[in-house]
């Protein structure tokens, strides 16, 4: 066995060991970027080297391998790509005004590097500092919108009860709002999907425009169904009109195809190949705004086929003097 080997077959013996409903050929697909095949002869392997491999069969018809093992459990690999994940997803946290999950992540870094010995913990902290040195946040063009400091935190506490929030919106001018919160979306501009006491539909708050948020203790019932997924994807981007929602398709020219293969411009896109090399892009979503604002970017190689209103928004915009495609 190569040395390459021995030390995945110790890596999928500790994931059989820590992982309280052990794993499955799927996880080591995933986890080992193989085959179906292969990640069966890895199980094949595991079972050769240790006698207290133990499998069960879930309700979902998956086998379920464990290593009952304390030893393994404890083995501690080399850290510094955990240390450097901590650390990114830790200042992400902080950015998007999730305060406490930010605490949380560093405390969970610190507890990490104190499991290490004195030496290994030096040599690990010194190794994920360089690439954190290394690595930058590129700036994205346009505001970054700023909220209520712990609004997020707040949000997220809602959530878990669930709980009802009170503030103002948009302006102190106006009256309190009582909201149900059913989700949060975090970007350059986050916002609270919401439905308001007494009932109507689900809709988005600017989480930059809520003024003197209040947890309230009141609990209440999440609608029947809902998908916070499903809810986002009827947007291309935040804007989500009901008038606007349907099937768009977008052609993209054959210099344009390969690049435009590689964007994901809905989570539920159907992609189509022609034999002149142009790119057919289908999804059904709202937002035409949005939609105009990125397919500006790609000047006269990519035509709207529908739906018309979006067309005719497009049409007299196409530009042939853009020197890069997005």
Same mark, same amino acid.
């Given at each position: 066995?190569?040395?390459?080997?021995?030390?995945?077959?110790?890596?999928?013996?500790? !994931?059989?060991?820590?992982? *309280?409903?052990?794993?499955?050929? #799927?996880?080591?697909?995933?986890?080992?970027?193989?085959?179906?095949?292969?990640?069966? *002869? &890895?199980?094949?392997?595991?079972?050769?080297?240790?006698?207290?491999?133990?499998?069960?069969?879930?309700?979902?018809?998956?086998?379920?391998?464990?290593?009952?093992?304390?030893? =393994?459990a404890?083995l501690?690999p080399? #850290?510094?790509?955990?240390?450097e994940?901590?650390? &990114?997803?830790?200042?992400?946290?902080?950015?998007?005004?999730?305060?406490? +999950?930010?605490r949380?992540?560093?405390?969970?870094?610190?507890? =990490?590097?104190?499991?290490?010995a004195?030496? !290994?913990a030096?040599?690990?902290?010194?190794?994920?500092?360089?690439?954190?040195?290394?690595?930058g946040?590129i700036?994205?063009?346009?505001p970054?919108?700023?909220?209520?400091?712990?609004?997020?935190? !707040?949000? !997220?506490?809602? =959530?878990?009860?669930?709980f009802r929030?009170?503030?103002?919106y948009?302006?102190?001018?106006?009256?309190?709002?009582?909201?149900?919160? +059913?989700?949060?979306?975090?970007?350059?501009?986050?916002?609270?999907?919401?439905?308001?006491?007494?009932?109507?539909d689900?809709?988005?708050?600017?989480?930059?425009?809520?003024?003197?948020?209040?947890l =309230?203790?009141?609990?209440f019932?999440?609608?029947?169904?809902?998908?916070?997924?499903?809810y986002?994807?009827?947007?291309?981007?935040?804007?989500n009109?009901?008038?606007?929602?349907?099937?768009?398709?977008?052609?993209?020219?054959?210099?344009?195809?390969?690049?435009?293969?590689?964007?994901?411009?809905?989570?539920? #896109?159907?992609?189509?190949?022609?034999?002149?090399?142009?790119?057919?892009?289908?999804?059904?979503?709202?937002?035409?705004?949005? &939609?105009?604002?990125?397919?500006? #970017?790609?000047?006269?190689?990519?035509?709207?086929i529908?739906?018309?209103?979006?067309?005719? &928004?497009?049409?007299?915009?196409?530009?042939?003097d853009?020197?890069?495609?997005?």
């Open positions: 066995m190569s040395f390459s080997k021995a030390v995945d077959l110790v890596r999928l013996a500790r !994931m059989a060991a820590v992982r *309280r409903h052990g794993i499955t050929l #799927q996880d080591i697909c995933d986890e080992f970027h193989v085959s179906h095949r292969t990640a069966q *002869r &890895m199980v094949t392997a595991l079972a050769d080297a240790f006698s207290n491999l133990t499998w069960e069969d879930g309700a979902d018809r998956r086998r379920r391998w464990r290593v009952t093992d304390p030893v =393994l404890r501690e080399r #850290q510094e790509a955990a240390i994940a901590l650390e &990114m997803a830790a200042n992400a946290a902080q950015a998007e005004g999730r305060i406490r +999950h930010s949380a992540l560093s405390d969970l870094r610190g507890e =990490l590097l104190a499991r290490l004195g030496n !290994m030096l040599r690990t902290e010194t190794d994920a500092e360089a690439v954190l040195g290394a690595v946040q700036a994205r063009p346009g970054r919108t700023q909220f209520p400091a712990g609004l997020v935190d !707040m949000s !997220m506490e809602a =959530l878990r009860g669930p929030m009170r503030f103002q948009a302006s102190s001018g106006e009256a309190e709002r009582i909201v149900e919160p +059913h989700g949060l979306l975090l970007g350059n501009c986050g916002y609270l999907v919401a439905r308001e006491l007494g009932g109507g689900i809709r988005k708050f600017r989480l930059d425009r809520i003024h003197e948020p209040v =309230l203790d009141e609990s019932a999440f609608e029947e169904g809902f998908s916070l997924d499903e986002a994807a009827r947007s291309f981007g935040v804007f009109d009901p008038v606007q929602f349907g099937e768009v398709i977008w052609r993209f020219a054959p210099e344009a195809a390969d690049r435009a293969s590689q964007f994901c411009f809905h989570p539920y #896109q159907e992609l189509e190949r022609h034999q002149d090399g142009s790119l057919t892009v289908r999804f059904c979503a709202s937002g035409w705004t949005e &939609m105009t604002w990125h397919l500006y #970017q790609w000047g006269d190689k990519v035509e709207v529908a739906p018309y209103g979006l067309r005719a &928004m497009v049409d007299g915009h196409r530009r042939s853009f020197g890069a495609l997005p």
